[in-house]
């Protein structure tokens, strides 16, 4: 089984930055690609960035790129999410998730585990 654990969110001024942490248990992680998504209130759950399972490949919603930055440390079975310059459009419950496969997706389908979220709040 996957246990997927999310941490790092919090309250933060426009322009800030917080950084994003999922603590991952079961068996091989580094196997899997990873992703994280969001969800604002009364919107649909929206792709936010994904990485390989090597780490050495990623790719960002447009709506982030230049800002945010997805990393993983597989020794430690953690994925990062870097947020930097945020915006109150950033204000959502940020979701961490299991791809199933190595390469890289977008669609929340392409993956089987997701932690409970953590909450970002960004005033203006």
């Known amino acids: 089984q996957v246990q997927l654990v999310e941490s790092g969110g919090g309250l933060v001024q426009a322009g800030g930055s917080l950084r994003l942490s999922c603590a991952a248990s079961g068996r091989a992680f580094s196997s899997y690609a990873m992703g994280w998504f969001r969800q604002a209130p009364g919107k649909e759950r929206e792709f936010v960035a994904t990485?390989?399972?090597?780490?050495?490949?990623?790719a960002y919603a447009d709506s982030v790129k230049g800002r945010f930055t997805i990393s993983r440390d597989n020794g430690k079975n953690t994925l990062y999410l870097q947020m930097n310059s945020l915006k109150p459009e950033d204000t959502a419950v940020y979701y961490c998730?299991?791809?199933?496969?190595?390469?890289?997706?977008?669609?929340?389908?392409?993956?089987?585990?997701w932690g409970q979220g953590t909450q970002v709040t960004v005033s203006s």
């Open positions: 998730a299991r791809r199933r496969g190595q390469r890289i997706g977008v669609l929340p389908s392409e993956y089987d585990y």
């Open positions: 990485i390989s399972w090597s780490g050495g490949t990623n």
